[in-house]
């Protein structure tokens, strides 16, 4: 089952809310567990907040959310128009008031990015995404990691540009891997 969306949203504070709602009824709809859920909205949460405090709008004046759920992995990303500075992990000091939005997202999901494609810059994170048995999406805190495969298991998906949603150029021509590989 193949389960995507996009979305384009005002360039406005209010599109978080509207985004995580959006993305979280999708996500429980097609069976996702309920804490893949809360990681999947932290994480567009994050990027959308990232988007709408440092980059331009898209020129429509709006950003774009997408999510795609193929198999068991979950790819999110949101586009805008771009920033001055490239997106990169800062150091999220102790100290510091901000800085921790890659981070956050770096440490939930398999791994982050960014591409840069017809005006708009994408930042993109794929995470595990399995099945939940029950039909809310609610499972124990044991029975959820006991239903994640080993990633040795699953076939290497990750970057397989298959997808009219993300426009075939997964890692475009200048495309940046802000994680280890």
Same mark, same amino acid.
């Given at each position: ?7 384009? %949203? @005002?360039?406005?504070?209010?599109? !978080?809310?509207?985004? +995580? ?5 999708? /996500?429980?709809? $097609? ?26 709008? %898209? @020129?429509?004046?709006?950003?774009? !959310?997408?999510?795609? +759920? ?5 790819? /999110?990303?949101? $586009? ?33 990015? !960014? ?67």
């Amino acid at each position: 089952m193949r389960a995507s969306s996009v979305v384009l %949203l @005002p360039h406005a504070p209010s599109s !978080v809310a509207v985004a +995580r709602k959006r993305l979280s009824s999708d /996500l429980v709809a $097609s069976g996702v567990y309920e804490s893949i859920v809360d990681d999947a909205s932290v994480i567009v949460s994050e990027l959308l907040s990232n988007a709408l405090r440092h980059a331009r709008p %898209l @020129p429509s004046g709006q950003v774009k !959310v997408c999510w795609l +759920r193929r198999g068991d992995l979950l790819e /999110l990303e949101v $586009s805008d128009g771009g920033a001055m500075t490239e997106p990169r992990r800062g150091p999220g000091t102790l100290s510091s008031l901000g800085g921790r939005g890659l981070g956050i997202v770096e440490a939930l999901s398999e791994g982050w990015g !960014v591409r840069h494609e017809d005006g708009a810059t994408t930042v993109w994170a794929v995470l595990r995404a399995p099945r939940s048995t029950s039909a809310n999406g609610s499972a124990t805190p044991a029975d959820a990691h006991a239903a994640v495969p080993e990633p040795a298991d699953l076939p290497d998906t990750v970057g397989e540009p298959d997808s009219h949603l993300f426009s075939g150029t997964r890692y475009g021509a200048a495309p940046s891997r802000a994680y280890p590989g």
